[in-house]
């Protein structure tokens, strides 16, 4: 389409020549006066036409119609290949973040991620439409070069030393642009992670008056990548600035040589100076579209090296079929280390269908780490963790995670309403009984009808505060709509009052027997009824056993159970 628009143009530039020479002698010249550009008005006498004003002007407005068309198309096409190209970006960016491992996740700093998948990703956008529209002011380029050629060679030598001329003084602002991008997107990603971390600890950094600090850091960053913005700028607008008074010099040159030196006419020193004129100006277009790409640049970089991290850390989605739990999950001889943290040694632990485990010990002993190993997020060492006797990394992970309800110290709850919280947008926005009957198994029933809206109360960002007892029994509520298979509750008590704790004990019970619990509990109490607990100790030491025989056998444990009570 660039090639359609820069031939069009050219002809319609040409038909100038015979108009010229109509005007100023009354009849049109022909042969080598007009250059090699004669052969379109010969094909024009040739299909019947009189080579007269009329038709002259009737071809040059079709040659610039066509241009207009050619164009439209061309824009619009433009248009649609970068939006196609932007969406490609973001779902397989995205695709690759969901299908990436948990171990990969925790690695990645949050605003890489953040600042990738969103600003990233525009820029990355506008480098590709820069990138085209730099074809396509090339494709020009060759085409106005050639017409040029035909018209009148010598001028076509001039055009390629004035293109060479100005690519060196370009060469130096091309350079400097693509340092200031790179540093760019470097600081947008420290940006967006200090922002995400100043929104996420709001409430710590405020109340103790570190918020101040934290700005502060987050305007350094700012006011750093406003520098190099304002670098690209100020490169960006010398390469505008030098680009019409290059153009001109070049043609004034050009037109001094032809008249002074080669004693050229008038006309066709016309002619080759309209494509002069066009072609330089695409030369100067494509060096603005290469500074503004460079100016992108480092986000390219960014992005790639970004999904090539996520590329290698994606998890494999198993092969072996799961369609819920029959029996049993057999941990044995587990071993887990971060780096070279021993973290678990040898654990084995047998969990039949049904049972409820409790999961005890002191802060970072890995009660977090063996959740993650038996929801096979992480993967163990040496050792194996089966699920009915299939190894539970060759399981396909998302039929198995969907028979896992979770529920985290930090309860989520999504910006929604009670209803989509604990239904997740499943579709069943008409149907509230079955939200209610989970509601009520965690014992959230009665605060939710409480609430101003019921169901519909909105929650979450934009809505209500909850309070973290709250939050987790909504979030105790969703894991039991979903009607999982495997509950683990990771420190599920730990926000709650002891009246809400007693309620939701009570829960565990009632649930106990039911589905297979997995409890991490600080408070020992709250396992005093399960069927086992996993008590770690700092370092991969560990006892399994019943509540009243750890009693009897771990000093450790007795001693934990004292403190507590008292
Ligand atoms: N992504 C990680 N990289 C390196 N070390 C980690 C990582 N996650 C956890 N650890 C370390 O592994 C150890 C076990 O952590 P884990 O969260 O499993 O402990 P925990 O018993 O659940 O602790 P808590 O009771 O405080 O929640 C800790 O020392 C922790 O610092």
């Given at each position: 389409m660039s090639l359609l628009v820069a031939i069009m143009d050219g002809f319609g530039l040409a038909?100038?020549?015979?108009?010229?020479?109509?005007?100023?002698?009354?009849?049109?010249?022909?042969?080598?006066?007009?250059?090699?550009?004669?052969?379109?008005?010969?094909?024009?006498?040739?299909?019947?036409?009189?080579?007269?004003?009329?038709?002259?002007?009737?071809?040059?407005?079709?040659?610039?119609?066509?241009?207009?068309?050619?164009?439209?198309?061309?824009?619009?096409?433009?248009?649609?290949?970068?939006?196609?190209?932007?969406?490609?970006?973001r779902l397989r960016n995205l695709n690759l973040l969901v299908g990436a491992s948990y171990g990969k996740f925790a690695d990645a700093h949050s605003g890489t991620i953040q600042n990738t998948l969103s600003s990233e990703v525009v820029r990355v956008n506008q480098a590709y439409l820069n990138y085209f529209q730099l074809l396509q002011y090339l494709v020009m380029t060759i085409v106005y070069a050639v017409l040029a050629y035909l018209a009148n060679p010598r001028f076509a030598a001039i055009v390629v030393v004035g293109g060479l001329l100005s690519n060196v003084a370009f060469k130096w602002i091309n350079r400097t642009t693509r340092a200031a991008s790179s540093a760019i997107s470097r600081g947008m990603n420290v940006y967006q992670g200090l922002l995400i971390e100043s929104v996420a600890s709001f409430k710590y950094l405020k109340a103790?008056?570190?918020?101040?600090?934290?700005?502060?850091?987050?305007?350094?960053?700012?006011?750093?990548?406003?520098?190099?913005?304002?670098?690209?700028?100020?490169?960006?607008?010398?390469?505008?600035?030098?680009?019409?008074?290059?153009?001109?010099?070049?043609?004034?040159?050009?037109?001094?040589?032809?008249?002074?030196?080669?004693?050229?006419?008038?006309?066709?020193?016309?002619?080759?100076?309209?494509?002069?004129?066009?072609?330089?100006?695409?030369?100067?277009?494509?060096?603005?579209?290469?500074?503004?790409?460079?100016?992108?640049?480092?986000?390219?970089?960014?992005?790639?090296?970004?999904?090539?991290?996520?590329?290698?850390?994606?998890?494999?989605?198993?092969?072996?079929?799961?369609?819920?739990?029959?029996?049993?999950?057999?941990?044995?001889?587990?071993?887990?280390?971060?780096?070279?943290?021993?973290v678990l040694k040898d654990l084995s632990v047998q969990i039949n269908k049904y049972d409820t485990i409790g999961i005890a010990g002191e802060s970072g002993s890995g009660k977090t780490t063996l959740v993650n190993l038996v929801t096979a997020l992480l993967q163990p060492a040496a050792g194996m963790i089966r699920v009915d006797g299939v190894d539970v990394t060759e399981i396909v992970k998302e039929d198995y995670r969907r028979r896992i309800g979770y529920v985290t110290q930090e309860a989520q709850v999504f910006s929604g309403t009670i209803h989509d919280n604990v239904a997740l947008w499943d579709g069943s926005d008409k149907n509230d009984e079955p939200v209610w009957?989970?509601?009520?198994?965690?014992?959230?029933?009665?605060?939710?009808?409480?609430?101003?809206?019921?169901?519909?109360?909105?929650i979450g960002i934009n809505g209500i505060n909850?309070?973290?007892?709250?939050?987790?029994?909504?979030?105790?509520?969703?894991?039991?709509?979903?009607?999982?298979?495997?509950?683990?509750?990771?420190?599920?008590?730990?926000?709650?009052?002891?009246?809400?704790?007693?309620?939701?004990?009570?829960?565990?019970?009632?649930?106990?027997?039911?589905?297979?619990?997995?409890?991490?509990?600080?408070?020992?109490?709250?396992?005093?009824?399960?069927?086992?607990?996993?008590?770690?100790?700092?370092?991969?030491?560990?006892?399994?056993?019943?509540?009243?025989?750890?009693?009897?056998?771990?000093?450790?444990?007795?001693?934990?159970?004292?403190?507590?009570?008292?």
């Amino acid at each position: 389409m660039s090639l359609l628009v820069a031939i069009m143009d050219g002809f319609g530039l040409a038909m100038f020549l015979p108009l010229l020479q109509l005007v100023s002698n009354g009849s049109m010249a022909t042969g080598e006066r007009t250059g090699e550009m004669g052969f379109i008005l010969e094909h024009i006498e040739a299909i019947g036409f009189r080579p007269d004003l009329t038709t002259v002007l009737l071809f040059l407005l079709m040659f610039f119609t066509l241009k207009g068309v050619a164009r439209f198309g061309l824009d619009y096409y433009r248009v649609i290949l970068q939006q196609r190209f932007a969406n490609a970006l973001r779902l397989r960016n995205l695709n690759l973040l969901v299908g990436a491992s948990y171990g990969k996740f925790a690695d990645a700093h949050s605003g890489t991620i953040q600042n990738t998948l969103s600003s990233e990703v525009v820029r990355v956008n506008q480098a590709y439409l820069n990138y085209f529209q730099l074809l396509q002011y090339l494709v020009m380029t060759i085409v106005y070069a050639v017409l040029a050629y035909l018209a009148n060679p010598r001028f076509a030598a001039i055009v390629v030393v004035g293109g060479l001329l100005s690519n060196v003084a370009f060469k130096w602002i091309n350079r400097t642009t693509r340092a200031a991008s790179s540093a760019i997107s470097r600081g947008m990603n420290v940006y967006q992670g200090l922002l995400i971390e100043s929104v996420a600890s709001f409430k710590y950094l405020k109340a103790t008056g570190l918020l101040e600090r934290f700005s502060r850091k987050v305007s350094t960053t700012i006011r750093e990548a406003e520098a190099q913005q304002r670098r690209i700028g100020l490169m960006n607008a010398v390469t505008y600035a030098v680009r019409e008074p290059l153009i001109v010099l070049v043609v004034v040159t050009a037109i001094f040589v032809q008249l002074m030196v080669f004693g050229e006419g008038i006309g066709l020193i016309i002619l080759s100076l309209l494509f002069f004129y066009r072609a330089l100006t695409s030369i100067t277009a494509v060096q603005s579209c290469y500074n503004q790409f460079l100016g992108y640049s480092g986000s390219i970089g960014n992005l790639i090296a970004f999904t090539e991290e996520m590329k290698g850390g994606q998890e494999p989605p198993g092969s072996k079929p799961f369609t819920g739990l029959r029996d049993r999950i057999e941990v044995s001889h587990l071993d887990f280390r971060y780096r070279d943290k021993q973290v678990l040694k040898d654990l084995s632990v047998q969990i039949n269908k049904y049972d409820t485990i409790g999961i005890a010990g002191e802060s970072g002993s890995g009660k977090t780490t063996l959740v993650n190993l038996v929801t096979a997020l992480l993967q163990p060492a040496a050792g194996m963790i089966r699920v009915d006797g299939v190894d539970v990394t060759e399981i396909v992970k998302e039929d198995y995670r969907r028979r896992i309800g979770y529920v985290t110290q930090e309860a989520q709850v999504f910006s929604g309403t009670i209803h989509d919280n604990v239904a997740l947008w499943d579709g069943s926005d008409k149907n509230d009984e079955p939200v209610w009957e989970a509601l009520r198994l965690a014992h959230a029933a009665e605060f939710v009808r409480s609430l101003p809206d019921g169901i519909s109360t909105r929650i979450g960002i934009n809505g209500i505060n909850l309070s973290g007892g709250q939050r987790q029994r909504i979030a105790i509520a969703r894991e039991l709509y979903r009607k999982v298979d495997i509950l683990i509750l990771d420190e599920a008590t730990s926000a709650l009052d002891s009246q809400s704790e007693k309620l939701i004990q009570d829960n565990i019970d009632h649930l106990a027997g039911t589905l297979t619990l997995i409890v991490i509990a600080h408070r020992l109490s709250t396992l005093r009824k399960v069927d086992k607990i996993v008590f770690l100790r700092v370092g991969g030491d560990h006892e399994v056993d019943t509540f009243a025989n750890l009693l009897k056998s771990s000093g450790d444990f007795r001693k934990m159970v004292a403190l507590q009570a008292v």
